[in-house]
């Protein structure tokens, strides 16, 4: 149905014509990708200040939240004293779990209160039990925020203390296999082995090795933020920063005992997002609570402190791998053990050791995975869970053993590489990663890469060339989308699908462009709505290969249905052009519409799905000081079809600058004798700035994988932070003879 324009039984619907390079014109189907790689549709309005964030929906009777956090991170609240914090002006109320009005969905506390069994999601102002230092204790609501947190320092809370467990490293002995999975066996986090992993003992070439990575913050532009509003009792809307206004939706009904479609959700700009607003947090809640108590809209805002504490973050992760090969530097066995960190009451378990498993042709296999429950709130998924921890060790094992072995570190990666999906013993729907590796080290110039570590030195500056590969699964949900022509010829495309950042409503005008052969100026993409078409979150690199389909199906069937329109009028099957406006006009028809739910097919289950990619980066060591400055980066991948250009470009640098965060900078520091976390700003929670990041070059393969689904085209935005980390420890490795396997790599530990 792609070619019914052209099929003869259909008339020819004249396409538009679109201004490419140079003010040159071609019809919309005739141009090449690169010509109409679009800007954003949206970035004028986030630049000039009209796009509206959750923070900044105003109504005339607006109160305003503030919350008051545990000081202790474990034990009872003995008492509140709001006397003072009431008697200050402006203030309408003070929440606590004495006289919240309580979420139905919660249940009733237990007098006197149990602390809550594992799996159980944190539930805000329910009883007076600590979880962690940090958790919400009590909220301030008052006419303006600034009588609100003025008298959130008044509230008066006295605690029974309990000896809490905050660190990591001296607790590592209760690590075991989380609940969770020991109930289920079918979970992908049981203990794993292929052939027999006995045979490392064997092995000509030994690699062990221990990687540390700190737990990370989640440090988007724009911290979390919510209006909530109700109409009566039983009716909400919420303007709240999260990365799926479906999944949100569905939470605060639960939590709220309403039916779905009373609550709507909206979050139409973001200001950027990588994984802190999958969830509904305890902060939203609590919003909500303060509009149903007062009966009047509440506006809750995180400052840059509480994002610390309240939405999650990249866990604290050790991780142990044994890498054995043969002489040739073929791999014959891997071991690859994970401890991530979790908190008292529920367990986060992430993809830590499953790359390992698929992403070299290895045929003798163990993976492990404990998790470690601390007196802290829970973590959560953070750009490229668990594949971004678990590459950092792999890749770096992967560069050990280069060097053990004396073989270069693209070479041996070349040497055992998958042809087929070694876990599954599928084949790959496609895999491009060795064009990735050649492309890449022709553009980066990995041949002109001595092999000798602290070879490679210009006046006091030790340069260091580094590269690991990575992957990320694919994943596709099923997805709506609804498709409009209206009767001037211009388009209205709805999902209920997020833009944290990567600009999701350019892409969706790209491909609705070239389906329908319209302009994409008269192509207008709705998103971040709970009441359009059902669609997933924002989240595990789907959106593209999810929704992207459901808008290429929605757009062929509009078509479709036109074309049978046009069909039908005088003249209309021969091969007369004829325009959109045309045929809505002739049927007298104010608009054409339909909805499509596209999802995946059986092909899911008969090949393997994986995004590839790799990182060729050049550091700059300072032999004196240790400082490191990466110097240049080439990051490649493989993701099948790419949608827009310029917008996929800007997806991998952002992950790329992640990665080098994660390297360098990133680590949030806890002062384990109060259980509080001390780095709780940008003074001391580094991320990389403008000064911090080169050039970065991208390279895409850019070949469709017809297998996983009808555009081709699969997920990019996790992958592109994923082995950052290793090509930049590796790069640094090659520079100095320094392996750090402790993040971030810090000058500390080079001097
Ligand atoms: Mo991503 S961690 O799925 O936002």
New binding site residues.
């Given amino acids: 149905s792609g070619n019914l324009c052209r099929c003869g039984a259909y008339p020819n619907i004249v396409n538009a014509i679109v201004e490419v390079k140079n003010g040159n014109q071609k019809s919309v189907n005739d141009v090449t990708d690169s010509e109409m790689s679009l800007d954003r549709v949206d970035g004028r309005v986030k630049v000039d200040g009209t796009a509206k964030y959750s923070a900044e929906y105003a109504f005339e009777n607006l109160a305003h939240a503030v919350l008051v956090t545990s000081t202790i991170a474990k034990g009872t609240i003995l008492s509140i004293d709001a006397k003072d914090a009431e008697a200050t002006p402006g203030v309408l109320t003070v929440i606590s779990h004495l006289n919240s009005p309580g979420a139905p969905g919660y249940g009733e506390a237990k007098q006197p209160a149990e602390r809550a069994s594992m799996g159980t999601a944190f539930r805000v102002f329910f009883d007076n039990l600590i979880y962690f230092n940090g958790q919400p204790v009590a909220m301030v609501v008052a006419e303006t925020w600034e009588q609100a947190n003025y008298a959130a320092s008044l509230v008066k809370i006295e605690y029974k203390i309990e000896r809490h467990q905050t660190n990591f490293e001296e607790n590592i002995q209760h690590a075991a296999i989380a609940q969770g999975v020991q109930k289920n066996k079918n979970s992908p986090f049981q203990d794993y082995t292929r052939g027999n992993p006995a045979a490392f003992d064997d092995a000509k070439v030994k690699i062990e090795a221990t990687y540390t990575i700190p737990t990370q913050h989640h440090q988007p532009m724009e911290p979390h933020a919510i209006v909530a509003v109700w109409e009566g009792a039983d009716r909400l809307t919420v303007y709240d920063k999260n990365?799926g206004v479906k999944s949100a939706q569905g939470n605060l009904a639960q939590a709220f005992k309403l039916p779905r479609e009373n609550v709507k959700v909206n979050a139409q700009f973001i200001g950027g997002?990588?994984?802190s607003g999958?969830r509904v947090w305890p902060h939203t809640v609590a919003a909500v609570l303060a509009a149903k108590k007062l009966n009047r809209p509440v506006k809750l805002i995180l400052g840059r402190d509480l994002m610390f504490t309240s939405v999650g973050y990249r866990p604290y992760t050790i991780q142990k791998v044994a890498i054995g090969a043969d002489e040739n530097g073929l791999l014959s066995a891997i071991s690859h053990e994970g401890i991530g960190q979790t908190s008292a009451y529920e367990e986060h378990l992430e993809r830590t050791i499953l790359a390992s498993r698929a992403m070299y042709a290895c045929p003798n296999m163990s993976t492990k995975y404990k998790l470690l429950s601390l007196d802290v709130n829970t973590p959560t998924?953070?750009?490229g869970?668990g594949d971004a921890t678990g590459m950092f060790a792999l890749e770096s094992a992967l560069d050990e053993l280069a060097y053990a072995m004396k073989i270069d570190p693209l070479e041996m990666r070349l040497r055992n590489y998958a042809e087929s999906d070694p876990e599954r013993n599928l084949p790959w729907s496609a895999k491009g990663l060795r064009e990735c590796y050649e492309l890449g080290a022709e553009k980066f110039g990995w041949k002109n890469r001595t092999f000798e570590t602290r070879s490679m030195q210009k006046d006091n500056m030790l340069i260091g060339y580094g590269m690991a590969s990575s992957l990320y699964g694919f994943h596709r949900h099923p997805s709506k989308a609804r498709a409009i022509m209206l009767a001037n010829g211009s388009v209205i495309v709805q999902s209920a699908t997020m833009d944290?950042g990567p600009g999701t409503g350019t892409a969706m005008t790209r491909i609705a462009a070239k389906v329908l052969g319209v302009s994409p100026k008269k192509i207008r993409f709705d998103l971040g709505d709970s009441s359009l078409p059902d669609a997933p979150g924002?989240?595990?690199?789907s959106t593209i290969p999810s929704v992207g389909s459901a808008v290429h199906v929605a757009c062929e069937a509009l078509k479709k249905k036109l074309s049978d329109l046009a069909a039908r009028m005088p003249g209309g099957s021969g091969s007369k052009n004829i325009t959109y406006p045309d045929i809505l006009k002739y049927h007298n028809l104010p608009q054409v519409e339909v909805t499509e739910e596209s999802k995946s097919g059986p092909e899911r289950d008969q090949y393997s799905m994986y995004s590839f990619g790799c990182h060729f980066v050049e550091v700059h060591v300072n032999s004196v000081t240790g400082e490191v400055r990466v110097k240049r980066v080439v990051t490649c991948a493989d993701v099948g079809k790419i949608i827009n250009f310029k917008t996929a470009r800007s997806q991998s640098i952002g992950g790329v600058v992640g990665g080098i965060g994660m390297a360098l900078m990133e680590a949030s520091v806890m002062d384990h004798r109060y259980g509080r976390y001390i780095t709780r700003d940008f003074a001391n929670y580094h991320i990389p700035v403008h000064k911090d990041i080169p050039q970065i070059d991208v390279v895409y393969v850019d070949k469709p994988d017809m297998l996983v689904n009808p555009i081709g085209s699969k997920g990019l935005?996790?992958i592109a932070i994923v082995g950052v980390a290793a090509a930049v420890a590796n790069a640094v490795f090659h520079a100095t003879g320094k392996r750090v396997r402790e993040l971030p790599i810090t000058v500390e530990k080079l001097i």
């Fill in positions: 990365q997002a990588f994984g999958i998924w953070m750009r869970p944290i924002q989240n595990g690199s935005g996790e």
